[in-house]
């Protein structure tokens, strides 16, 4: 018996089955192919994570991409993977130990990096699992992890090499803390935002007694305690008589210089700027340039810090009521002891930029450590010239801007963290030699001085170089977690080794990316691409933008505008979901993204599975067991509607391939839903079921081979955006007539996306037939319009009058069962040009005019009546709505999207009244041309 669809569309009963099926017929693995090779890397999501609506948007373009490809005979792979995440992994395991009450530095380093290895076992690879769901055709035999062996063989290997090189180097430096994560933080890991604070004046009093010192304004009075000098600026003429002089530090009595920089702004607070090398990054340059001393009054965890202010092992009296206070309870200690000495001369409301860690939101510090950085001019060279030069193509190319200004100012690039969780540091310190370095950090670990001497290598020396010693400690750091990211397009592909994938698939064809990570993790695989393969890692970067919701505002818990990809995809289907995320992306634009969407789209999928149901339901036996429905007919042999469809569908792959290989993903979407919904769905069908019943010439046998190639053809042009129900439909299309199609290499099984994409056939092109339909379209749409206006009943069927030249009218007759069947006419009539009947709605398509005489067909003063009364209930409603939005209060209080919709609602009133107007005075024409005949 044929197979059938069953009468609904279960996406439920369909999804798991055919992605179970594709992976294991091996489809997702690269075969042999003459046309050529198409390779991504996916963007490693953290283990920690669980699939929003980022990853699923970054992911289906990415799967579009892919299955476009693999259908137009690409070899194609994607590898997938995760990244290890370190501090957001550490942080995860951390809480669970601190559940257990327990903390890492109880359960000590090993024992902790196993926990995390367990949690990574059982936990970390949940969002593969959710990508899957998706329908990513990742070739999963190929799964990569950041810190599986071979990543960690490459990661080791690309340190060594970067400080064989030169491009490598240890030094004490001002760094951004997180205190909570207890690690240096590279400048684009920290996230600022604005907030409110307070500009505190600080008396510093003369020493000398000559003066009475300064007034200096500061947004961290809590530092002062590591002040060690005032900056004024030299042009300044308020402070000339104190440049030179020296002043006391409150509280600490310490003296301390006034000197004289034209940095300073003087016009900011008092225009005397209290100078703390080891708490501030511009501070920090002052004081090399004057060789002031930097004293770091924080410990790891921002406490106050007793040894920074111990002398001769004593410390001084002063320190007793701030010895070891969180920075934040000092300041407020500080400024109480300041009002009490009378040194708080003022305190002023101030905005200011504060810096949070991007994963904890911890306010991070500014602290003074010794910590592992990249030479990064020498690498950032380079990759501005594979952009310039079009190497590697940034789209959209305002991105470009971007990528230039921040890698022409680039800095060097702090490559330590002080946690646990990622590679450690391949570089070893002599005990023997080397002892006198060790600091302990607190964390059962420790750290090492600015003079360490570090021995880098691939694994443990067995002997220093230096004294013989055998006896050595690792570096306690790991590295950054976008180091090994930065090397993930090549290490996937086995790197450090020759392997045949690194020469099949290296560089890699595109990389599909948000722009939030253009610095963090693009422009550093571009700089270590060249460096270690000497080519760039692809060559082409796609840059979507952000989904947030249909307002535009960024998604959040908190504001209740999360859209759960997971949840929408249970609930309407991931087809719909994934065809809705293409078709509203737009090159540059961020995407507004609201469920209703996602449901409208839903009803496309069942439009396409409904209009598939028909179509078998239509063919003969001998119809269905056509192997190439649409290679045996003859364009000669066709009627008008079927060269038409067979042009538009020509017409639609064009498109569909063009804005495909421009990644205009939402144009790609667009072309292929306006053919399928509006042209095949919603008139060929019609038309067809004329051919099919002998009411229009033509052999209704060309109809159904048509209709059969055409659906099989939107199958293939479907699948990249729509997988599972094209797989589903192509599947039982595909049996009906006992199998077909190509095998994939390897495999006896088959499948929609291994069959060839479909490509415009010139032969097939027929503009003429486009045109007349096109013509036979709006003549009918223009009936129907007229039929609305007037609430005709859809029931009843009406005369039709057309009045034009005779050439038109000679096609419209030749057509005329189309336009009775699909415009609902008893009969139609033809009048010379120039001809009017009175009392008859009147529509002009081209040259063309349409009449309907209505009046045995409707009781005008009836209708007329019911318009009237319909027209005083929306004014009504109108005005309600007027009348709340000129109310101030309603506009002060509501909140914005209340206010949105009230103003959308007044606006479809207004429409509606429009409409109704014109079907009234349309009504009044009639009655006006009817009495005058």
């Known amino acids: 018996m044929a197979k059938e669809l069953e009468k609904a569309y279960s996406h439920r009963d369909i999804e798991g089955k055919w992605y179970a099926s594709w992976v294991e017929s091996g489809f997702f693995q690269p075969f042999p192919s003459a046309k050529g090779r198409f390779s991504m890397v996916i963007p490693p999501p953290n283990v920690t994570g669980s699939l929003h609506i980022g990853h699923a948007l970054n992911n289906t373009l990415q799967d579009i991409l ?6 137009d005979g690409c070899s194609v792979l994607w590898v997938p993977g995760t990244d290890h995440a370190g501090i957001a992994t550490q942080n995860v395991v951390e809480r669970q130990l601190a559940e257990e009450g327990l903390s890492r530095t109880q359960l000590g380093r090993a024992k902790f990096v196993e926990r995390v290895w367990a949690w990574r076992e059982q936990s970390g690879r949940t969002i593969l699992r959710q990508l899957r769901a998706l329908g990513a055709s990742c070739d999963w035999s190929r799964e990569r992890f950041t810190m599986d062996e071979g990543l960690s063989l490459a990661v080791r290997e690309a340190f060594v090499k970067l400080w064989e090189d030169g491009l490598l180097y240890r030094a004490e430096r001002l760094i951004n803390w997180c205190p909570r994560c207890k690690t240096a933080l590279a400048d684009i890991e920290v996230v600022h935002e604005e907030v409110a604070g307070h500009l505190w004046h600080i008396r510093y009093p003369s020493v000398d007694a000559a003066s009475d010192g300064v007034i200096v304004a500061t947004t961290r009075p809590e530092t002062m305690l590591g002040d060690t000098a005032v900056a004024v600026h030299p042009e300044d003429q308020r402070y000339h008589g104190i440049i030179g002089k020296r002043v006391r530090l409150p509280i600490v009595g310490r003296e301390i210089p006034v000197i004289a920089d034209s940095f300073v702004d003087p016009t900011f607070g008092t225009g005397a700027l209290k100078i703390t090398p080891g708490h501030d990054f511009n501070d920090f340059e002052i004081g090399e340039k004057y060789g002031l001393q930097k004293i770091s009054i924080f410990d790891e965890g921002a406490r106050i810090r007793p040894s920074a202010f111990t002398e001769n092992g004593q410390e001084p009296a002063w320190l007793s009521g701030y010895r070891l206070k969180d920075r934040f309870e000092a300041r407020s200690l500080i400024i109480e002891e300041l009002k009490e000495k009378g040194l708080l001369e003022k305190v002023e409301a101030y905005r200011l930029s504060l810096g949070r860690c991007y994963r904890c939101q911890t306010v991070v510090e500014p602290y003074l450590t010794p910590q592992w950085y990249v030479r990064i001019k020498p690498l950032a060279g380079p990759a501005i010239d594979a952009v310039r030069e079009g190497r590697v193509r940034i789209i959209p190319e305002g991105w470009a801007n971007s990528y230039f200004a921040w890698m022409e100012n680039i800095k060097d690039w702090c490559i330590s963290r002080q946690i646990w969780w990622g590679h450690q540091i391949p570089a070893w310190y002599c005990v023997d030699c080397d002892s006198g370095h060790l600091i302990e950090s607190g964390q059962g670990d420790f750290m090492l001085s600015k003079e360490a001497r570090p021995i880098v290598a691939r694994q443990q020396p067995e002997k220093c170089a230096r004294c013989g010693g055998n006896r050595f400690i690792r570096d306690p750091d790991v590295l950054d977690t976008w180091f090994s990211s930065a090397l993930w397009p090549f290490s ?3 790197w450090p080794s020759a392997t045949e994938d690194l020469k099949a698939f290296y560089p890699t064809s595109v990389l599909v990316t948000s722009f939030d990570i253009l610095f963090f993790w693009v422009a550093r695989m571009i700089m270590m691409g060249l460096k270690f393969m000497g080519e760039v890692p692809f060559r082409d970067v796609y840059i979507h933008a952000l989904v947030r919701d249909q307002e535009g505002q960024k998604m959040s818990k908190s504001k209740g505008n999360v859209i759960d990809p997971l949840e929408v995809m249970e609930r309407y289907g991931t087809d719909a979901f994934r065809f809705t995320l293409a078709a509203l992306t ?17 009803n496309f999928v069942n439009k396409l599975w409904n209009a598939t149901r028909f179509v078998l339901l239509n063919l003969s036996e001998e119809a269905r067991s056509e192997p190439e429905p649409l290679g045996s007919l003859q364009q000669e042999s066709l009627n008008l509607a079927d060269r038409w469809i067979l042009s538009r569908l020509v017409a639609a792959a064009g498109e569909a391939r063009e804005a495909i290989e421009a990644y205009r993903f939402n144009e790609f979407a667009h072309h292929l839903y306006q053919f399928v919904w509006h042209e095949f769905c919603d008139w060929y069908i019609e038309m067809s079921k004329l051919s099919l019943n002998g009411m229009v010439p033509g052999d209704p046998k060309n109809t159904q081979k048509l209709l059969k190639g055409i659906v099989e053809k939107i199958a293939l042009l479907l699948h990249p955006l729509m997988p599972f129900v094209t797989e589903e439909i192509w599947q039982t299309l595909s049996g009906i007539q006992g199998g077909r199609g190509e095998a994939a290499p390897g495999s006896d099984k088959r499948s929609v996306m291994v069959q060839p994409y479909p490509r415009p056939e010139p032969g097939w092109r027929n503009p003429e037939a486009e045109r007349n339909v096109g013509f036979l379209i709006e003549i009918i749409r223009a009936i129907r319009n007229l039929r609305s206006e007037m609430n005709c009943p859809p029931s009843k069927q009406v005369k039709v009058i057309l009045s034009g030249p005779e050439t038109t009218l000679a096609f419209v007759r030749a057509q005329e069962p189309y336009v009775k069947v699909l415009a609902r006419a008893a009969s139609v009539e033809y009048l010379s040009d120039g001809e009017r009947p009175k009392g008859a709605a009147t ?35 109108l005005s309600r709505v007027q009348t709340k939005l000129a109310n101030r209060q309603f506009l002060d209080k509501a909140r914005e999207e209340v206010i949105r919709k009230e103003r959308e609602k007044a606006e479809q009133f207004r429409e509606k009244i429009t409409t109704l107007t014109r079907s009234l005075e349309r009504i009044r024409e009639i009655q006006r041309t009817g009495d005058d005949s």
Do not use: H, W
């Open 66 to 71: 892919c299955r476009y490809k693999r259908m």
């Open 492 to 494: 996937t592909l086995g």
């Open 843 to 877: 529509a002009v398509v081209q040259n063309t005019e349409i009449y309907l005489p209505f009046g045995d067909m409707i009781d005008l003063d009836e209708e007329k009546a019911r318009l009237s009364k319909e027209v005083r209930k929306v004014e009504e409603k």
């Open 586 to 602: 737009a090159v540059g634009r961020d995407v507004k993204l609201a469920e209703e969407r996602i449901s409208g789209y839903q």
